[in-house]
């Protein structure tokens, strides 16, 4: 491997070079890289100056993440941080690119510190559940300042090149000629300048300490790493440098172990992971009639709320939308629905009255398919009928130009049936935008048996364009999203029906962290879309299922839109109380099963609500509709509101081992046998004593 440091010399200038793609994190190779190339121009006596720089994209974006969690590994990063700082030669830092957390850590270590003045410089830590832990909560407060220190800290939002140099975080700034400029500065530099030993902005103690108060008030107590945070800001005044480093070191090792930075930080690296579709490695996407992006132009057939949304996403992104609906009145509606959207947001300030308006010229509304001739992709949007869908895959079979692509955008249809009835099974695919779709990042693809792998590509440029997050899923009908909801509601169904209510289940899923909870949630969507799906499916022949939203749904109970589903809402309002006349069909239901209710914790519904979707994930992964752990994590984070800073049942499964986990799912098996059917990979898991991690990279 190409070692991550160099160290060139020139007019009595070191330069210490940093390349270690894609984002020159600070691995354990880099930092024996810094470490040695520093002893070496400290030692050579025709060095004069120290300059820490980077090739590639940008300056450091923090230590390696990936590493966490590993034995540690000499230097540390703190320890390196000190040496620069002690260096007896003047150190100066070159920062391009996102200069965050660990390394801006090394840039406020060394002496002095220009920014190319497009630079963008931040203490993300916070995101990750950490703080800055190589001396940053001793040093930010030192150079900016305690609010401005915290600001950082706590938001982990990066500032500007320019808001750095005027709160005095940067030196200088300079253009493209950034290591140049750094090199010549330092060939004119004598004095170090510790920024340990900088104390202008400790001197008001009483003013200082007011602000540590009154951010601390303003924090969740149970909050880690913000308190720790503030608690560690707070020893930059209050203790010498290496007693509040010392401090900072323990808060930091106390993060890095807590659930909620392994939730964080498995979640960071599932979002990057879940992009990656073998397809990308073996080719490119689709030629394009014209224009130089992968898709220049998309086509929409049915503009409801999904193709409304849909649109809305792409010329949001600046691409041309034709729409197809059908009839004036269709036409009509979609038009208010979009033109509605942007002028929400000219009213909420969102976005200006032009950008409205140039939004809205890229939009064409038409009555006539063969207006969808040219696009790159043509998405469907219809509701869910498979025939109607049928039929509109065969017209755009014959419409649609050579080398597009066709994407449905169902939810549970089997795209396979699409596939044959367009005639040209190699271009479609499913393109399944989560509602509302101009808001909500995930798309799954659903990729079917045949389609071309261009295809797949090119849609998944589409979805980058949107600045989605695509998850490949294998084109079976729920793909990997609805079959987890499906198997979470058919389990919380089976809760009521033992004698849990509607409302201890959302209520145990909420304290979880959830912003809702599953039959909310079914209120807000409205009843009568599963009570479709469902009365287009054969019967449930389970003895077990649970009928009462069938029953709700006789009774003309559709939820929010209704004023009553399984709770009762007030006109106008969202949040709503238990329907009494619901707990009396439950109750009806029960006693016809000859089930006597019993009593559930918060903690037994959700472990068996957990439960579920582990094995439903196991499952998900060992048919390779998912192709690995990661991708149902960030679909049940994405796409269901799973609290991110959890990691995803996946990650849970691991923390308790699968092993455990199929212990319990046994144990519960033994009481209720329909409802779980355990999933082979779970099996194999627990045998191997293996982790679901371990897949994740394969
Ligand atoms: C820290 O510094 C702690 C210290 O205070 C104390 C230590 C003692 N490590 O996001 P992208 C990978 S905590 C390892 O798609 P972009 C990423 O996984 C850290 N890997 O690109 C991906 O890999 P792959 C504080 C990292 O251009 C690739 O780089 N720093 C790291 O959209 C490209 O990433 C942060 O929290 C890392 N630190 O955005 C910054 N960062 O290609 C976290 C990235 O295999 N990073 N990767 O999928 C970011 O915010 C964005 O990655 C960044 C680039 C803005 C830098």
């Known amino acids: 491997m190409k070692h991550p440091v160099r160290l060139e010399r020139q007019n009595g200038v070191a330069v210490i070079a940093i390349e270690n793609p894609p984002v020159n994190a600070l691995s354990t190779a880099v930092r024996r890289g810094i470490l040695g190339a520093l002893h ?73 510190r220009v920014a190319h003045d497009q630079t963008q410089l931040g203490l993300p830590e916070i995101l990750l559940g950490l703080l800055p832990g190589a001396g940053g909560t001793q040093r930010a407060p030192r150079l900016v300042g305690v609010d401005m220190a915290l600001d950082m800290m706590l938001t982990g939002k990066p500032i500007t090149a320019d808001q750095a140099q005027r709160i005095g975080l940067v030196d200088g700034l300079a253009g493209d000629d950034l290591r140049d400029v750094v090199k010549a500065l330092a060939a004119e530099t004598r004095e ?26 303003q924090l969740r107590p149970k909050a880690l790493a913000e308190n720790k945070i503030v608690d560690c800001v707070e020893a930059a005044l209050l203790l010498p ?53 992968p898709v220049n132009a998309v086509g929409i057939v049915g503009g409801g709320l999904m193709g409304s949304g849909i649109a809305i996403a792409c010329l949001d992104a600046g691409l041309p939308v034709t729409l197809v609906e059908q009839g004036e009145d269709g036409v009509t509606k979609a038009l208010d629905r979009i033109g509605a959207h942007y002028q929400r947001g000219v009213e909420t300030g969102r976005i200006t009255e032009a950008q409205g308006s140039a939004a809205l010229t890229h939009l064409t509304l038409t009555t006539t398919l063969d207006a ?12 869910e009928d498979l025939e ?49 779709a101009h808001r909500m990042k995930l798309v799954e693809i659903g990729v079917p048996r045949n ?9 998944h440029a589409l979805t980058k364009m949107l600045g989605k997050m695509p998850v490949r899923s294998a084109a079976v009908p729920g793909f990997i999203g609805n079959q987890m909801l499906v ?126 979707w582990v094995n439903e994930g196991a499952r998900l992964v060992g048919t390779g509709t998912a192709t690995r752990p990661s991708d149902v994590d960030a679909v049940m984070v994405h796409g269901f509101g799973y609290p991110r800073w959890r990691g995803g049942p996946m990650l849970d499964a691991d923390q308790t081992t699968p092993f455990q986990i199929l212990r319990r799912i046994e144990i ?3 009481e209720d046998p329909s409802l779980w059917d355990i999933a082979p990979l779970l099996r194999e898991m627990a045998a191997e004593r293996g982790k679901f991690a371990d897949l994740n990279e394969a």
């Open 192 to 217: 170090v300048r510790p920024t340990r030993d900088q104390r202008q902005h400790l001197l008001d103690g009483k003013q200082f300490m007011a602000r540590i108060a009154a951010r601390r008030a």
């Open 388 to 436: 109607l869908k049928q039929e509109m895959f065969r017209k755009l079979g014959g419409i649609a130009r050579y080398g597009a692509v066709l994407a449905s955008n169902t939810s549970y249809q089997d795209v396979a049936v699409l596939q044959q009835a367009s005639g040209r099974p190699g271009d479609v695919l499913a393109l399944h935008f989560f509602a509302p």
């Open 372 to 383: 969808l001739n040219a696009q790159d992709i043509i998405i469907e949007a219809l509701p």
């Open 487 to 612: 198997a979470g509601r058919r389990a919380a169904d089976r809760l009521l029906l033992d004698g849990a209510t509607p409302a201890q289940v959302d209520n145990a899923l909420r304290s979880f962290g959830f912003p809702m909870g599953p039959y909310q949630i079914q209120d807000m969507s409205g009843l009568d879309i599963g009570w479709a799906r469902r009365r287009a499916q054969p019967e449930d022949p389970d003895p077990r299922y649970l009928s009462l939203a069938d029953r709700m749904c006789e009774a003309g109970w559709f939820g929010q839109k209704t004023g009553k589903g399984y709770y009762v809402y007030a006109e106008g309002e969202r949040h709503g109380v238990p329907n009494p006349d619901m707990l009396h069909l439950l109750a009806e239901e029960r006693r016809a099963k000859g089930i006597t209710a019993r009593k559930f914790t918060d903690r037994q519904l959700r472990d068996h609500l957990l439960l579920t």
């Open 668 to 670: 519960l098996q033994k």
């Open 241 to 293: 440098f290496d007693a509040g480093r010392d401090i900072e070191r323990e808060a930091f090792t106390d993060c890095l172990a807590s659930p909620v930075s392994a939730g964080l930080r498995h979640s960071f690296f599932a979002e990057r992971r879940a992009p990656k579709f073998p397809e990308l490695t073996q080719t490119g996407p689709r030629p394009v009639n014209s224009g130089p992006l």
């Open 451 to 459: 389609v071309d792998p261009q295809a797949v590509v090119t849609a």
């Open 40 to 112: 070496a121009a400290l030692s050579d006596d025709t060095i004069t100056a120290i300059v820490i720089a980077a090739n590639g994209k940008t300056f450091p974006a923090g230590a390696d993440i990936s590493e966490f969690g590993q034995p540690a590994q000499e230097p540390s990063l703190p320890e390196l941080c000190d040496l620069i700082e002690a260096s007896h030669k003047p150190v100066l830092a070159a920062l391009h690119g996102t200069v965050l957390g660990g390394g801006l850590e090394v840039a406020m270590a060394a002496h002095y």
